[in-house]
Each structure stands twice: as C-alpha cells, then as structure tokens.
C-alpha cells in the first residue's frame, strides 16, 4: 500500500484537479480572515495583560495560518501554469509577488521612518534595513516591536526566491525535498534539544531558522497531494465537521504550550487539514462561517491590516513607543481598520491591477 502510494506520489502530473480549476477558491478569504484577526486581538489584548485571550486568539497561530494558504496557494497557481503553458515564467511570477507585497511594505517603512524621526521612536536604522531587504526573521536583526512582524514576510520571500524555480525545471524533485524537509528539520530540533553540546552550537540556530518555514513548505505539499489526488475525499467529507473539530483543538493545545514547541510543525498539517477541508462548497456551518460576507472582507484587508497593525498594538509601557501618540481600544482598533481600507482600495488596488497583467 505505502509503496503504491509512493509510486503514485511520484508520477508526472498530468491534469489540473476541477477542485482547484477556478478564479478563486471558497474560504481562503475567510481563513485569512480569522488568522488576522488572531494577529491582531493577540497583539491588542495579550499584550496588555489578558494573558486568557492567548489560548483562542494566539497571534503566532494565526500567523502558521497565513503560511499554510501562501504555500498552498502559491504552489497551486504554479502547476496550474505549468500544466496550461508546459512551463513558469519566473519573471511574471516575481514581477505579481513584487506588485502583491511590496509596494505597502515599503509604504509602511516610509511612514515609520518619518514616525521614527519626528516622534523620537529610537528605531535603529539596522530595523529599518533587514525589514526592507526581509532578513526580519534572523534573531540579530530583531531589534525593533515596529518592523518586527516583517519576520513572517521574510519567510514567505525567501521561500519563493528559490523553490519556484526547482517546481519549473524538477517537479519530480522539489516532491522529494518538501516532504524529506518536512520530515527531517523536526527531527534535527529534536535531537539539538537533546543533545546538550548542540544546544548552543551555530548548527542549532541553522536549525530552528529551517524550521520556520515549516508552515509554508506544508501548504507546497499539500497542493502536490490535490495534484497528484491523493486527498482521501470521502473520508474528509464524511468526518468534516468532528475532524475540523478535532484538529482545532489539537492545534491550539501545540500553540498554547511551550512545551510542545518542537511539535508545532504538527499543527501545519492539522491547519493544511482543516483548510482543505473547507474548500468545496457546502452547507455546513462551518463553510457558512468562513464564508459570511464580513469574514471575507477582513479576510481581503488581511495583508494590509497585518502590515499596519504595528503601530496600534503598541502599549503605551513599550520602552521604545518614544512619543507615538495612545489609544484606548476601541478608537486604535477603528483607527487600524481605517487605515488598511483606505491603504488597499486607493493605494493597493492600483498595483493589484498592474499585477493582473503577469498572470
């Protein structure tokens, strides 16, 4: 059986699956709705000292969420490309992630530097440049709450600048390495945690670096299993709802234990899981949440929101919030909302539409 599936595993793909053969995907906007959301009511509360609020809205699961859609969704528009043109334009694939991120990434960094001058912030300009070149996510240039959540970003960049390429020339063995990645950096954790001399070697910290893009690499591999269909449909949609209820549960318990840290690539799968789950139509409450029209509203400021929330998740006891001036909860909350929708429908949007020429 193992070694059927393994055959299966790697044969050439030959077709795009009617699943994922569409504009837009059910439900995606409604995760990223809900991993926003996490982000920022875990920033805006936790951070205050509602330590209880952690369990349901933990930032740092929120953030696994967004890895899981990008790996997913990128990978899959990648196939969809090669198996329509029998190849990937690099060029366009880079030209629509630039048009996508970066224009309000550094939109951002342009208002933090003159925030940072006339406000007395105390940035260092060291901040200001491994967020602008993404090396936000190597722990010597984490040295700033206002450019800090670009560590996210980081991965994401750094993971599209080289596998791209590699699903373009050997799909057969970019579906070799996630899995063999996947399976070996928690492994190597593992062993650097217990192996005490390892544990304050560079090879440790290579280590955990590798593991961050663990989130990501799970939803590239997941696409490749709806490629190659070797999703058990029948049995997902026929457990769905205690399935999703089941994984949830698991996923929060890794995320809300310090402990279990060495397993949080665990809750990737449970999330890769649950999303794919939830991408056929149904009539469940499930998809009816993920797909209310509101959710998905959130769910389409999400980046920008993500991108702005810094500066109103700031508590007025940061040693570095410098003069920035304090909200209470429900004017900074509005203020962000505000912000992110004016940021992506008369900023945004304009590359957005740039960008739909590379496609």
Known sequence: MIKKL???????????????????????????????LMVVIGHLFVRRGYD?????????????I?????????????????????????????????????????????VLV????????????????????????????????YTDHYWSLS?????????????????R???????????????????????????ESYFYYVVHFMLKFDGVMVGSFFSLLVFKNLIPWAFIKKYKIPLNIMLLALTMVIHNNHNLTAINHLSSFFIAVIIISNLY???DFIFKFLNNKWLIKIGIL???????QQLFTMTRSEPTSGNIPWYPLPVNIILLFAISYISYNYYEKSFLKLKDRFK
Do not use: M
Request: charged share 15%.
């Open 6 to 36: 393994y055959t299966r595993y790697l044969e050439d793909i030959t077709e795009i699956p009617a699943l994922v053969n569409t504009n837009h995907l059910p439900s995606l906007d409604g995760f990223r709705g809900i991993s926003i």
């Open 52 to 64: 209880a609020w952690q369990y349901v809205f933990n930032g740092n699961l929120g953030v696994y």
């Open 66 to 110: 967004f890895f899981v859609i990008s790996g997913f969704l990128i990978t899959t528009l990648l196939l969809k490309e090669r198996l329509r043109t029998k190849t990937i334009s690099l060029r366009k694939f880079y030209i629509r992630r630039f048009l996508r991120i970066f224009p309000v990434a550094y939109l951002y960094l342009f």
């Open 114 to 145: 003159f925030l940072n001058y006339f406000l007395h912030l105390h940035i260092p300009w060291l901040a200001f440049v491994s967020a602008a070149f993404y090396l936000q996510n190597v722990e010597y240039f984490n040295l700033s709450w």
């Open 155 to 171: 991965i994401e960049e750094q993971f599209y600048l080289f596998f791209p390429s590699l699903i373009k020339k050997n799909l």
């Open 173 to 199: 063995l970019y579906s070799i390495i996630i899995p063999v990645l996947l399976l070996l950096i928690p492994l190597l954790v593992f062993i650097c945690r217990h192996v005490h001399y390892l544990e």
């Open 281 to 283: 139509p149904a009539n």
């Open 302 to 308: 999400s980046y920008s929101i993500y991108i702005w």
